[in-house]
């Protein structure tokens, strides 16, 4: 009796040890799922964080880049127009086209705004006549407006004649104080609708060989380097007229 409560006590000892020791309950089913998704987004938290971050960074540069080089485009685009704009501003208003031999020359008055006047004269005293003792005078006056100056090259500009009206008719003709007067064209800005600007200062080795011939009486290609003045350049007619003090 007494070897039968031992075993008895024994058997209950090794029932209640288990419950004794410090056993982890084994999760359900859900609750793994649970614990498994808590692991992945703490691993993986940083990693996103990170990418997220980078991602920020990344994009804003991208756009900033953008943005500068579309701000520097813009930018060379309006300092271009702009010079442009300046330039009729910056040149002196008279101009003259002659060969510095002979009474005849085509004076050019500019304004800021691109607009001009002028007149071309050529004096031939010696042809008379009746009724016209004193010559002939071959003349026209004229008004017109340039296009707004486009760079070319360097110091080179170039611009559209937008507009030209003359006084009278080619070829006809009046009287005036015993004085035949004789319509003609405005010499120098015929033949073409593009002249070139040239402005001062420009290297003399940039400059066409047409428009420094026009040039001898005013200075020496030869011996200066830069151009003295301001130039306006029908190059399809090769006429050449130099800014006036």
């Known amino acids: 009796m007494k070897a039968y409560r031992l075993a008895a006590i024994g058997i209950c000892a090794l029932l209640l040890l288990p419950a004794c020791g410090k056993m982890e309950p084994v999760p359900t089913e859900s609750e793994a799922r649970t614990e498994d998704a808590a692991g992945r987004e703490s691993v993986s938290g940083p990693d996103s964080e990170s990418r997220e971050e980078s991602a920020e960074i990344s994009e804003p540069e991208s756009v900033s880049e953008a943005e500068n080089d579309i701000s520097e485009q813009g930018g060379i685009s309006k300092t271009s127009e702009e010079e442009g704009i300046a330039l009729f501003d910056e040149m002196p208003e008279h101009f003259v086209f002659s060969s510095g031999a002979g009474a005849w020359s085509t004076d050019l008055e500019l304004a800021d705004d691109g607009s001009f006047s002028g007149v071309y004269h050529d004096s031939e005293m010696g042809l008379t006549g009746e009724g016209y003792p004193g010559g002939t005078v071959y003349i026209c006056r004229f008004s017109g407006r340039f296009s707004e100056p486009e760079r070319t090259e360097g110091a080179i500009w170039s611009v559209k004649i ?27 800005l015929t033949g073409t ?37 301001y130039g306006i350049y029908n190059a399809a007619e090769d006429c050449a007229f130099i800014s006036m003090e």
């Open 162 to 188: 937008d507009a030209l009206q003359t006084e009278g008719t080619e070829g006809e003709e009046y009287y005036e104080d015993g004085v035949r007067y004789v319509y003609a064209r405005p010499y120098g």
């Open 193 to 229: 609708d593009e002249l070139q600007i040239f402005t001062a200062g420009m290297p003399v080795d940039q400059i066409p060989e047409g428009f420094l011939s026009w040039t001898g009486m005013y200075f020496d290609p030869e011996t200066e380097d830069c151009l003295p003045f």
